[in-house]
């Protein structure tokens, strides 16, 4: 049994054929439309048509995702998306079942169903990027909440005084821009000169102001993961996104968590923190893994 999977970035849309065992057939990608919905259908049309012989189709995509109703409510950076039955209009062009998901809830259940969390009931998966991505995983399966948005942490208010300005966010606050702009600050650097792989060479050359600001991000972060373990007792955290293909990045949050732990006058449970196994291909494997347990073949 093949499936065709989509992960639809704002740059470009990857794809990828795959059997049920996580195997890549074929891949490959073509520019993400810009324009309309139109052109995104008729893109994704265009691979089907090169790959008929499949049993369905699996969608990784940005935004807020109705997957039981194959509805975008809300399209992120591709606004064009925004209200729009894609599953629908998809369906005129490729009679095959199809499933779609939010990418980040993707990115989890990757590691739910073949990677860092396989072995465990329930997870917490966090990608860190342009903002954070995140996913509660219970019984291998997401936890989509009433309006589709359970473990959409980068909302969380992480300000003193409580107010959610936009700044104050947990995913501006936490997103890898602003670990960048923080070095940036520190080095009297123009921030636009400044990307993640600039840190974290300098935090693998021993550079001390560069540690000590990953020790600040990393500290913000461990305060959520604290947080959440506390709320829903998650066995085991899984940290993904670009910045954790650095050893130190994970490293960090944990041993902030212990310090916390340390600290803390309470008997609370430990968060459990690791790296996620899924890098690049996250999304293309976490939409198979929801086709998976999402089609009733199965």
Known sequence: MNILTFDIGGTYIKYALMNEKNEFLDKGRVPTPQSSREELIDALADVYAKHRDIAGIAISMPGIIDTLNGYCSMGGALTYNNDFYLRDALYKKCPVPIVME??????????AVFGSLK???DGFVLIFGTMIGGGYVNGHKLVRGKHFSAGE?????ASHDGWPYKEEVFGNRCGTPRLCRMFAEVKNLDPSQVSGVVVFDAVN???PEAIEVLKKYCHEIAIQIFNLQTIIDPERFAIGGGISAQPVFTETIRSCLKEMYEKCPYSVPHAEVVTCRFQNDANLVGALSCWLNSNPQN
């Open 153 to 157: 942490v980068s909302y969380i208010t």
């Open 119 to 121: 072995d465990v009931e």
């Open 205 to 207: 050359a021993g550079d």
């Open 102 to 111: 939010n990418d980040a809830k993707c990115a989890a259940m990757a590691e």
